[in-house]
């Protein structure tokens, strides 16, 4: 009688996928991209701004998934996450990702003053002590932010789905541009792909939040320029760049970014400029008056995570999603 074929064990017992208050919305859809419900957790907060959290459901010997962007409230929604997944690892939770569609604190990675902390290296280190095994990122400001991590980190670009909305002005007479030194490899990858020129905006920057133009690398008249970002904030590089493009001869600016951070009088200055489109995706949910500007278009980077969180469950690879 032959001997019968091993069973392969589980590595876990099932995968759950979490939720803070930063983007329940993007969680619901990732679950529905995923075909599973979003798990069950109770998070509310005292009249001093303590925040209470209770996980609802069982999770010992799980693969758990907090999706929870670091946006606007930054400290609260930081302070969510790390309790969560305390919570988590303190219920038994075999393996717990954190799913960060927005790094908060990422524009702080170096220390360029003297006495200043590096705070996306602070982040990174709480992270990891409530409880991370795991860290899947989309867009960080600095790529180098994967190295402050002692976990695995997976780095997703939106790119794809950029692209994919863009793909109808292929060989129309584009030009991607790159709004500062910093963000030419970001620009030089989509304009790869988009088979287009390249630009680049060289300006300075006097202090945080103001950015001054200075002068346009490369040929822009005549064309219809599209201004490749990972985030808008005070929009005010943005406007900036889109007036340097229409003195220079554009024909059209738009502009991309994935996170749409839009603080401050960004949507004033957006609705204001002669920015055609600015086309923004749901890592971070548009305020009010985001979301009532024609001119803004949001698209969902929901099927994109949905599969990277499928990748990592399987122990599969998620290299081809790094575009």
């Known amino acids: 009688m032959a001997a019968p074929k091993p069973v392969r064990a589980m590595r876990f017992n099932h995968f759950k996928v979490f939720s803070g208050n930063a983007n329940t919305a993007l969680a619901g859809e990732i679950c529905y991209e995923l075909g599973c419900q979003l798990a069950a957790v109770n998070v509310k907060q005292f009249s001093d701004g303590e925040v209470h959290l209770q996980i609802q459901e069982n999770v010992r010997g799980a693969d758990v998934f907090v999706v929870q962007p670091t946006c606007t409230p930054v400290d609260r929604h930081l302070m969510e996450l790390l309790l969560m997944m305390d919570a988590l690892k303190r219920a038994s939770a075999e393996r717990i990702t954190a799913v960060l569609p927005y790094y908060g604190y990422a524009r702080q990675d170096r220390k360029d003053r003297p006495r200043m902390p590096i705070s996306a290296r602070l982040v990174a280190s709480l992270m990891e002590r409530a409880g991370a095994n795991r860290v899947l990122a989309l867009d960080l400001h600095a790529a180098q932010i994967q190295g402050f991590f ?130 923004v995706t749901n890592s971070i949910p548009l305020k009010d008056d985001a979301a009532n500007c024609l001119r803004i278009k949001q698209l969902s980077v929901a099927p994109l995570l949905a599969k990277a969180i499928q990748s990592v469950h399987e122990d599969g690879s998620v290299s081809t999603l790094f575009v």
């Open 150 to 279: 002692d976990v695995p980190v997976d780095h997703l670009f939106a790119t794809p789905v950029m692209i994919e909305y863009f793909e109808a002005m292929r060989g129309r007479g584009l030009t991607v541009v790159s709004p500062d030194a910093g963000g030419v490899e970001r620009a030089r990858a989509f304009a790869k792909r988009l088979e287009s020129p390249l630009a680049i905006i060289d300006k300075r920057r006097t202090e945080a939040n103001v950015a001054e133009v200075m002068h346009i690398i490369g040929e822009v008249e005549g064309q219809d320029c599209l201004i490749v970002d990972d985030l808008i904030d005070t929009a005010g590089t943005l406007v900036k760049a889109a007036e340097a493009l229409m003195k220079q001869g554009a024909k059209s600016v738009r502009a991309c970014a994935t996170h749409a951070v839009l603080s401050g009088p960004a949507v004033e200055r957006i609705n204001n400029s002669g920015l055609v489109e600015v086309v």
